[in-house]
Structures are given as C-alpha cells and as structure tokens.
C-alpha cells in the first residue's frame, strides 16, 4: 500500500479552515478478467496457448545469468535489437475524506453549511431539505434563495449543486449553503455523486442528515448531532469525529416532543460543527514497461531486459514461442533469479527492485533461435496486466527494427483484443449460468449464493458492454445509413414505431384538478390529430397517493384523478378512430405500500399485487425493504421495487399485457428508469410487445463551477448506456439536447449546438433513431417550473427539434397556446419533407449568435440572432417558415 499525505492547508485552528486529508492508494478488486486470475485462467480471457498442469516447480537461476543494466540509456543504438515502451492502464482505490461543516457566515447572522471532498473528480451535492413538523423521510427542494450558483432541481424533491474548487490547481471540492436561522427548515439531506464514475457516496448506507434544530431524533443518519466543546487537532487525518462549538450557540434545553411548532421553532439550538467520513474511489494509473533486446556478441545469444514503474511486487508470467502462431513453451536454462515453473508450460520470475529510482527489472537469457518472447504482469494484488487484452509479444528473430509492437494496426489489434476478452467473459457466463440453473446447484446452493452468481453474471455482462462500447468511435447506425438510405415505408420494429412518430405530451402538472381530463382530452382527439401528431402520451392511469399519478399504489385500480377506467377506455378508442397511437405513463420504479409493517414502515401492499417487503429493495433506508440492493438510484419518497425478484417481474409483465390488450395502450412511457436496470426494461417490454417506448433517464448535466461544459458526452453517454441495456429496444428523452439549447438560445451561446465532431450534442447525435427530443414536459414547465425553458425562445427550440431527426414531443401547454400555429407549421413541414428519426444533419454554422443546419438536403434552418441563407447553386431554396429568432427553407 502507498501513502500519499496532503500537506495540511490549516496553520492554526480556525473556523475558516481546510481540512488535511490522508490520500492511501489501495489495489482495486475487479471482477475484469484482465485483473483477476481465476477470471483469466478458467473463462478463456486470457490468449496463452497452454493447457493448465499441476504442480508448481522452483527452479535454480543459473550462475551464468546476464546482468541487469542500470537504465535502458545505456544501450547503444549499435547493440538493441529491439527495444519499446509500452503504456499500462491499472486501477487503484485513492482514499481520501468527505467533510461537512456547519460554521456562522461572516455577518454573525446567518449560518453556513459546507459539504466537501478531497478527492480530485467532479462532485455532485444531491440535496434536499425537510421542515419543521414534517413526517416521513420525503424531501423537499430548498427555497430558491438557498441553492447556490449552478444547482439544477431534480423532479420536485431534491437539488443537485456542482463542487467548486477551492482555488485554482487545488485539489479540494466544496459547496457552501447559506441558512436563515429563523426559517422553518429542520433538516438538510444530502448524498454526493461523483459525476466521472456515477457512484454515489452516503452516510452509513444512508442519505446524510443535518438537524438545524436541536430535537430531532437520530436514527442513525444524523451528522453534527452531538453537541459540546472540541479542539482542532493539529492534523485532521487523526480524527473523523472532532465537533467545534460556535461561541454564539446559547445552552437552550431539549425541546419536548409535545411542543408546537412554532414553540419549536424559537428553540432551535444551532451549534458550529466539523465532522469527516472517509471516502474510496477507483482511479486509473498510468505505469509503463519498457522491454530491450541486444546481441551478446560473446554467447551468440539475445539478452532481454525488461522494466517498468509499477509500484510493489511485479511477477512475470512467461514463455517463448518458435512460430507465428505464438504458441507458448518454456525455453531452455539459465532463467533469471526467483523463477519458478508455472503448469509446466510457462514460467514467472519475480522482478527485482531498481538500484535507482521506483520500479523493478529482470533480465532474461534467450536462444538466438527463437521467434519471440512472450508475457503478462501479475500484480502483487493479484490483477493482471496486459497489452490491450493479449500477451505482449517481444519479437527476437530478425528483429531489427526498434519499430515494436505498437507498430501494429491499433484498430486490428483492439477488435482481436475485444472479441477474445468478450469472448472469454461470454463463455464464464455460459458456465455460470448452467451452474446456477443445475438441480444440484438449485439444491444445495443457498439463496445468498444463487443471488452474488446472478450479480456476477450482471456485472459481467455490464464489463462486456464497456468493452465494446471503447471499442468503437461512432454509432454503427451511421454505418448502415451510408449503405441503405432511408426509405419512407419503414419496417416497424417493437417499441421503436416507423421512425416517422410526432410525440404529443396530453397533460401538463395541473390536468387532475377538473377530475374529468379524460373527456376534456376526447373532445380534442381530432383537433391533435389534424396538428399531424401521430403519438399522444397520457398521463399515469394508476391510483395513486399523490393526484399527478406518480406515487401508485394499486396498480390494476385505474380510477384516478384524471377519471375512471371506462373513460379512459373511451378516450383510448377515441384516438385511435383518429390515428393516433397512445402511450401509457407507467411507473416501474416504485409503488406506494398499503400498510405497515410491525416497525412501523409502509412496506406492505395490497390490492391484486400484495406484495410483502421483499419487493422492496434492500438498500434503501427508508422503507426497510428484504430485496437485493438496488441495481440503480434511489427514489426517496416511495418503496423502490426490487425487480430481481422473480414473483414481481412476473406480476409487472402480465400487468403490462393487461394494459395493452384489455384498456388499449400501444406503448409506454416509463417514468424514472434511472431507479433500476435496463435489462429489467427489455423483459418487460419482450412480454408487452409495445408499439413505441419511452423512457424518462434524467440527471444532471456537467458543470464547471455554474458554467455548462461544452463536453456533454458523459450526460449523453449514460443515457445511450441504458438504452443499451434494453437492447435498443425503446428510446430515452434526450435531456441532453435539452439542457445545452437552454445555454444556447438562453446565453446567445449558438456554438454548444455542434459537439468536437461536428454533430448535435446531444443523444440525437449518436443514436438519433433512440432520442426522443423535447423543450419542456410537465415537470419542466407547466406550474411545476423546474427547468423551464428560456422564455421567448420557445419557437427557436421546436424549430431545432422538430426540423432534426429523433422523435420529437412537443408539450400540450404550448400545442394549445399562442405557439400552435407555428408548431403545427413545421410539423407539416417535417411531414411534408418525410424528416424521420435517421434523418442526416450537416450543421453548417455553429457561431456566437447564429446555428443553422441542412437535414437529408431537403430542409435549411437557422435559429440565433445572427444571418444565415442556404447557398445557391444547382439547388434552390425557398423560404418555408419564419419566426421570432428562427427560419427554415425547403427545396422549390
């Protein structure tokens, strides 16, 4: 283990501090097959062509072993054969600590909450705040003038706020939330999310929470909870427990449980406090190994040297090869010291610390008949290291040229390196399956075990992805769009429509209030039709504890605030006389309980589906489920609904087909799929067979500071990584697309609308035919107001969306406003000039104040300030549509 000590930032004990923190790099523990021997040498992953033996032998290093050069400078150009550096990529754990600081601003007034971390990425505050009387362990969002600079609202229950640095070129995050002692605020939560990985950090398997009054019960979460004197400690490393108290608190009794609130409230105790929590994440390293050959002109023999910089003990695993094929044998004597005979068919010599400097070498004696030399690393963690997935091959016969192994096609040697790695992952797959599904194993296997195979399988398949996903630079669909264009009658495939959908968003926040939305809606059936909307989503059907839908409970119970099951089925048949295909609102992620358990938790369901706390995931604090953990985010407000269990994928597909066959949906919009694994999203949809699908993956953009990156590839990414999980089998709301046009129409900022390729920015950038744009929905805007988007600007956002491919939804508060001819306009245009979900985009300006674009050569269109007009020549545009900032022409 390595120590890395960051000096301390604090010269004197102080509220205005920074805490030291102690950085340990720790091996990783994976379960990549390049890493983990068991993986490597029973999956096939690993490219040695032996057979495993049975025994191990030491053998004696010969007297006549060459000695090993101080550095590889020392060799003449006249002597090396061969020689090559090639790049390791490893993987260690940095420990370091999250810190939370509760401390009176400078006005002696206010307070300041301060969250950070002293590990270098990029932090996420997940927060949300709970008040003073409130019951349960649901959130709510702060008052906008507590969230800092660059905090984005997530749904209507949390904010998530980026870390600064400190300084520049330090290496300390840190988020400071101003606080009004007199408000009715209780309680801050809060998880940390670090954006580079996407794991989340919290409080002893919970959210963190800090009371800012002094009668709250600490169930275990709470930070800051004890009160009383401490002293700053001259390196913080020493403690995680130190509390400091403000010489402003006043020593008020404990409140009684039997006082009001607003008696409560006055006797609020605020006390300044510090307190750390040690923090692990993985990080790459970059080492190298550097391998030479020379002629030893006294032996006739070829003298490999080899070192590299990779911390603590490095054993090569090795053996020579005669031919091409690369076969590997054991070569004869001397061999280097600490050798020993690995299954008869390779040896491994333990690599010997430098005389100067970090790292360790070996030298190794070789015939001069030899074709190569080959090897692998093992790493005193037990990993292994090697050369984009295969053994490093050293070549030694007529090996003149210093021109190595990096030489080699880049391309060829990855998509060899992939296929034997995936390959080797498929077959331990395979294996790991027969075994889980053997009566013998069924037997005798516990369900403990059965349940860590069926996670390792999981992982296993999620490493695969992530291999073929490096693997390649741009979307395959591009590739296939060059060789078939796009024809109009497209094949409908399941879940994914024609390609030609027009998506109408029929609700907005406030639609339950009439409690006959569905007949409000089947009076406007033809009109939304005759817009030339093809798709139209309805609001969620099911009961639910909340009049929006989105906290269900029993989930055959379609009488809700919208109307009941018989006008529902009336509507559904009144827009399809019309057209128009209809999308259910479902909600998969999780259901609210019917009754308590005996501690007192609303885990407990009825109706059809009574279901006990085991579907409830086991991970989440809240609802004190019996599930497996979680395999996504968490949804603080309702049990979230473990779907490894096999009773409630069961029960969720036949009420899937239910809804499809007996009230009539052709499809599905699924609400927070962030919350559970995609591969869970393609059962349900295998059994439904829906017609088009949509899925609501919403996180936060990256930030510097307040400032949007114009790097979104990892937003973008995550989002194309779920849809992956379905395999492919439904779309996502592209938020990408939507969070860069709010900086660019909102900033004057037109440049963010063309990513370093030269393409859209968003997920309709690489996997166009996926990407359900959209401006606004009924969390973004209506009287929610989220994440409204930038006002007046509207028509310049459903110019870009609606002229690009993807699946655009416009919203209903805009198709029945002042906006609704102009929408209707250039839908007839997209019609018109059959844009569809593949449809090609060559963007031809992407400036401060002006973006304009050509789709499939039919279409020109500019949004911004700035001038734009189609170029002359063999074609000629005429001008379709204008508006307030936008303007689209189509070929005479």
């Not at 997935?389 to 030694?396: E, K, R, S, V, Y």
């Not at 599905?668 to 899925?695: C, H, I, N, Q, T």
């Amino acid at each position: 283990m390595t120590t890395v000590a960051i000096d301390s930032l604090l010269p004197k004990p102080g509220l205005s501090f920074r805490p030291k923190a102690n950085v340990l790099l720790k091996p990783s523990r994976s379960l990549n097959c390049y890493r983990n021997p068991k993986l490597l040498f029973s999956r096939g992953a690993c490219s040695c062509s032996f057979k495993p033996g049975r025994r191990i032998h030491v053998v004696e290093a010969s007297s006549t072993d060459a000695a090993v050069i101080d550095t590889f400078e020392a060799f003449s150009s006249d002597d090396v054969l061969y020689k090559e550096t090639f790049p390791v990529k490893r993987i260690e754990k940095v420990e370091g600590k999250i810190y939370i600081r509760l401390d009176q601003s400078e006005d002696q007034k206010n307070w300041q909450l301060a969250v950070g971390c002293s590990l270098p990425g990029k932090w996420i505050l997940h927060w949300g705040v709970s008040y003073v009387g409130d019951s349960g362990s649901e959130w709510d969002q702060p008052p906008k003038d507590m969230r800092p600079p660059g905090s984005i609202p997530i749904k209507d229950y949390a904010i998530e706020t980026p870390l600064k640095k400190l300084s520049k070129g330090d290496m300390f995050h840190e988020v400071k939330i101003e606080l009004n002692p007199s408000s009715a605020i209780a309680a801050i939560h809060f998880v940390l999310k670090d954006e580079e990985t996407g794991a989340w950090y919290q409080h002893r398997g919970r959210d963190f929470k800090v009371p800012l009054v002094d009668y709250l019960e600490d169930d275990g979460n709470m930070v800051g909870a004890k009160r009383g004197f401490g002293i700053w400690p001259g390196a913080l490393g020493q403690f995680s427990n130190m509390l400091l108290k403000s010489e402003t608190s006043q020593a008020n009794a404990q409140s009684s449980s039997k006082e009001s609130k607003d008696s409560k409230k006055e006797n609020r105790q605020l006390e300044g406090f510090y307190e750390e929590q040690s923090i692990v994440k993985k990080v790459p390293m970059g080492n190298f190994v550097s391998v030479a050959v020379r002629k030893c002109s006294e032996t006739s023999k070829n003298i490999l040297y080899l070192e590299t910089d990779i911390p603590g003990d490095v054993l090569v695993h090795w053996g020579v090869c005669r031919d091409d094929v690369q076969t590997w044998e054991i070569p004869a004597a001397p061999y280097p010291p600490e050798t020993t005979v690995f299954k008869n068919k390779a040896l491994r010599t333990q690599l010997q610390p430098k005389g100067t400097g970090n790292g360790s070498r070996a030298s190794f004696t070789l015939d001069e008949d030899l074709v190569g030399f080959l090897f692998v690393l093992k790493l005193e963690d037990n990993t292994w290291s090697k050369f984009k997935g295969n053994d490093f091959f050293i070549p030694l016969s007529g090996a003149t040229s210093v021109v190595g192994q990096l030489a080699q096609s880049d391309s060829v040697s990855e998509e060899i390196s992939s296929k034997a790695y995936t390959d080797g992952i498929i077959t331990g797959i395979r294996n790991l399956v027969s075994g889980l599904n053997s009566k013998k194993s069924q037997k005798t296997k516990t369900k403990e075990a059965q349940e860590s195979i069926l996670q390792e399988i999981e992982k296993l398949a999620a490493e695969a992805y992530s291999i073929f996903r490096s693997s390649i630079t741009t979307f395959s669909e591009e590739a296939v769009l060059e060789i078939e264009a796009p024809k109009p009658a497209v094949k409908i495939s399941s879940g994914t429509g024609t390609g030609f959908e027009i998506l109408c968003q029929g609700f907005n926040w406030e639609s339950h209030k009439s409690g006959r939305w569905y007949m409000e809606l089947k009076e406007k059936a033809s009109e939304i039709s005759s817009l030339g909307f093809t798709v139209i989503w309805l609001p969620p059907p099911t009961e639910s504890v909340s009049p929006e839908g989105y906290m269900p409970k029993d989930l055959y119970n379609l009488n809700s605030r919208y109307g009941t099951i018989d006008e529902l089925k009336e509507l559904i048949k009144s827009l399809h006389e019309v057209g128009l295909k209809v999308l259910g609102d479902v909600v998969l992620n999780h259901r609210c309980a019917h009754y308590q358990n005996q501690n007192g938790v609303w885990n407990i369901f009825g109706g059809r589906l009574d279901w006990d706390d085991r579907a409830v995931v086991g991970d989440d604090p809240h609802f004190q489920g019996r599930g497996n953990k979680s395999s996504g985010d968490n949804f603080h407000a309702a049990p979230n609904i473990d779907h490894s269990q096999e009773f409630v994928r069961k029960d969720l597909k036949e009420w899937l087909c239910w809804l499809r066959e007996e009230i009539g949906y052709d499809g599905w919009r699924l609400d927070f799929v962030r919350g559970f694994w995609g591969g869970y999203v393609k059962d349900y949809l295998d059994a439904s067979e829906p017609y088009f699908v949509v899925g609501e993956y919403w996180d936060s953009l990256n930030y510097t500071y307040s400032e949007m990156d114009h790097d979104q590839d990892a937003h973008r990414q995550r989002i194309v990584d779920w849809i992956n999980a379905t395999n492919g089998a439904g779309g996502a709301f592209d938020v990408t697309t939507k969070g860069i046009l709010h900086s660019a129409l909102g900033k004057c900022e037109y440049w963010r609308l063309s990513d370093q390729k030269g393409k859209p920015p968003g997920v309709v950038g690489w996997w166009p035919s996926r990407a359900v744009t959209f401006i606004e929905n009924h969390d973004t805007g209506s009287t929610q107001g989220h994440w409204r988007f930038p006002g007046g600007k509207e028509m310049q956002g459903y110019a870009y969306i609606l002229t690009h491919p993807g699946t655009p939804a416009v919203f209903y508060d805009h198709v029945f406003s002042h906006y609704r001819s102009e929408i209707a306009a250039l839908i007839s245009l997209r019609n018109r000039n059959k844009i569809h979900c593949r449809s090609t985009v060559k963007i031809v300006k992407a400036e401060r104040d002006v973006y304009a674009a050509i789709i499939d050569d039919k279409l020109a269109m500019k949004i911004g300030p700035g001038s734009y007009e189609p170029p002359s020549g063999s074609q000629r545009w005429s001008s379709a549509l204008e508006g307030n900032g936008y303007k689209v022409w189509e070929l005479s």
